[in-house]
């Protein structure tokens, strides 16, 4: 019986690890969610990179890749802004890492968090695809309950497409975001109200309301971000996520609220706007909750210049002259 129970605790530690080496070997960024998250965020960071100057930078999921325009800052308020909204799947450590790799003295970040980064971190596929096909060093920032995490999440399906995608690759055609959907500064622009999915579209409907949380884990990862940004000259302000109405009742989630609040006062944290000013109608919803069409996009985009004008944006103005000179 003893070695028994030895046996099964060893299988049980061992296993993830010849997992996590078999998906090392196998060229997993050609599984599509791995390459479309993949190339996207190439293509983001990319252009965070290119900007010598202080900027405006938007971190979050894809509420915020869809739900904000970093051209129509450039264009309308002469910021320069860029947006780096990807998947809110990646979870908040690795997206607070994502960030970091582009921040330089003068910027400021704008996170406007899924409510689910603020509860402990999930770890859904998205993350395991994104390292383990395109960012494994990540993999070595983790400890090791964070990596056993990381390998469990993988699920059965996710494991057959490694396998198969050695010989034949997925599809790009229908991935959820391309390179060329985006505009030069990382907003989504298939978001078009003729390219409704309309059964997705159905679906939000019937979708729940929930109550969130306020965890101890995000708190550490958002006070992590902050000390790195401070060592480079960079600082961020909260806001709120842009939400389908329905799923988050502000009455609901008063304690939430309440927490975060107090959170980022004992901590010298800003955060801009109130989270109805972020509640969007089903009629304005592209496919997702956090997702508005193009329209709502726009004025999503008009309500944060309106949230930041009480901040100095003078450092990050100039954009529309540049962008000339660059022609």
């Not at 997206?95 to 968090?113: E, R």
């Not at 695809?129 to 070595?140: E, R, S, T, V």
Request: proline letters at 5%; one cysteine or more; aromatic letters at 10%.
């Amino acid at each position: 019986m003893k070695r028994f129970f030895i046996g099964l605790g060893a299988g049980f530690f061992v296993t993830p690890l010849l997992l996590l080496a078999l998906a090392l070997g196998l060229p997993t960024e050609k599984v599509g969610p791995a390459r479309w998250v993949g190339d996207c965020l190439k293509v983001k960071l990319a252009v965070a990179r290119e900007e010598a100057k202080p900027q405006i930078i938007i971190l979050s999921g894809s509420n915020a890749l869809y739900g904000f325009s970093a051209r129509s800052m450039r264009e309308r308020a002469d910021l320069r802004a860029v947006n780096l909204g990807m998947h809110a799947g990646l979870g908040l450590k690795y997206t607070l890492y994502y960030g970091l790799s582009v921040a330089k003295k003068g910027d400021l970040f704008v996170l406007p968090f899924e409510y689910e980064f603020y509860e402990p971190e999930r770890y859904e596929g998205a993350l395991s695809l994104q390292i383990l096909a395109n960012d494994p060093a990540f993999f070595g920032k983790l400890s090791p309950p964070e990596q056993f995490k990381l390998i469990a999440s993988i699920t059965a399906s996710e494991w057959i497409a490694f396998v198969r995608n050695r010989t034949r690759p997925d599809p790009v055609e229908g991935a959820g975001c391309r390179p060329e959907s985006l505009t030069k500064y990382g907003d989504q622009t298939a978001n078009q109200r003729a390219g409704l999915d309309k059964k997705a579209h159905a679906l939000l409907a019937a979708r729940p309301a929930r109550v969130f949380s306020l965890s101890a884990e995000a708190k550490e990862n958002i006070l992590w971000f902050k000390r790195e940004l401070a060592k480079v000259g960079a600082s961020f302000v909260l806001a709120y996520p842009n939400t389908l109405e329905p799923i988050f009742n502000v009455e609901e989630n008063k304690a939430f609220l309440s927490d975060l609040d107090a959170f980022a006062a004992a901590e010298g944290i800003v955060i801009i706007g109130r989270p109805e000013d972020r509640a969007f109608s089903l009629d304005q919803a592209f496919d997702t909750n956090y997702h508005v069409d193009s329209v709502r996009q726009e004025e999503n985009t008009t309500i944060l210049l309106k949230q930041l004008g009480g901040i100095d944006l003078r450092p990050f103005q100039g954009a529309i002259e540049e962008q000339k000179d660059q022609r």
